[in-house]
């Protein structure tokens, strides 16, 4: 967050993330493949969470909550401790915690495995260490954060799948890491990017993820509270 919390409501700033943010936004590259390895759908409705740290949570908030199957998104931050999760803690950069996103889903609808193609192929570049694009910073790191054995080795699984078929130039450096706690951003935060969608940090970041999940997965898009 050094330096961010200006740069996003600062017109000016515009020129400089169009650049920066070709990268995070996913618009430039199709769907990565599927996870060969993935849980099966389950047989009955019912409710399970996954935590994912991709960048900016705005941007990584406005992918999953349109996303068929999710029943509910919740910014906050993850990693560190609970004295220390406010954003301008946070911002310091040495708080532990990553602007994350917990997802509620509905496993009979969505698999995890869907989950985390969406995570690597929309929301972020994996291959980018303690940032995305104009947001520099280990609270910008990417992360798994898994909820259960089963989301662990899933997540393993297919960053192995991933680099091991060289989808992306680079390694993947997305962390695996069991989730301790999350706690809720502030209510400021929360859908920002379905409020505020002439934000120029939000035209010029976040609306080409919602831009590229609609195109790459129409099958699984939504629109959200009627935007």
């Known amino acids: 967050m050094t330096g961010s919390v200006a740069i996003r409501g600062a017109f000016g700033f515009v020129l400089m993330a169009s650049a920066l943010c070709i990268g995070c936004n996913a618009a430039t590259r199709g769907p990565v493949p599927a996870p060969a390895s993935d849980a099966a759908l ?11 740290a991709g960048g900016c949570f705005w941007g990584t908030q406005s992918v999953f909550e349109r996303v068929k199957g999710v029943l509910d998104t919740t910014a906050g931050y993850s990693g560190g401790s609970a ?5 301008e803690q946070v911002g310091q950069e040495n708080t532990g915690h990553a602007e994350s996103v917990k997802v509620v889903y509905d496993p009979s609808k969505i698999t995890y495995g869907q989950l985390l193609r969406i995570f690597f192929s929309v929301v972020h570049d994996p291959t980018q260490l303690n940032r995305q694009g104009p947001d520099v910073g280990t609270s910008y790191r990417s992360v798994i954060f898994y909820a259960n054995e089963e989301q662990h080795k899933i997540g393993e699984a297919y960053i192995a799948q991933l680099d091991a078929a ?10 695996v890491v069991p989730l301790k706690a999350f706690y809720d951003a502030e209510s400021y935060h929360q859908d920002y990017a379905l409020y505020h969608p002439e934000n120029p940090y939000i035209q010029v970041c976040d609306k080409p993820k919602v831009d590229a999940l609609k195109q790459q997965f129409p099958e699984l898009f939504k629109n959200y509270k009627g935007k």
């Open 166 to 175: 060289k989808v992306f130039p680079k390694p993947i450096v997305t962390q």
């Open 42 to 52: 389950a047989q009955s409705p019912g409710k399970q969470t996954a935590v994912f």
């Open 83 to 87: 004295s220390t999760a406010t954003y």
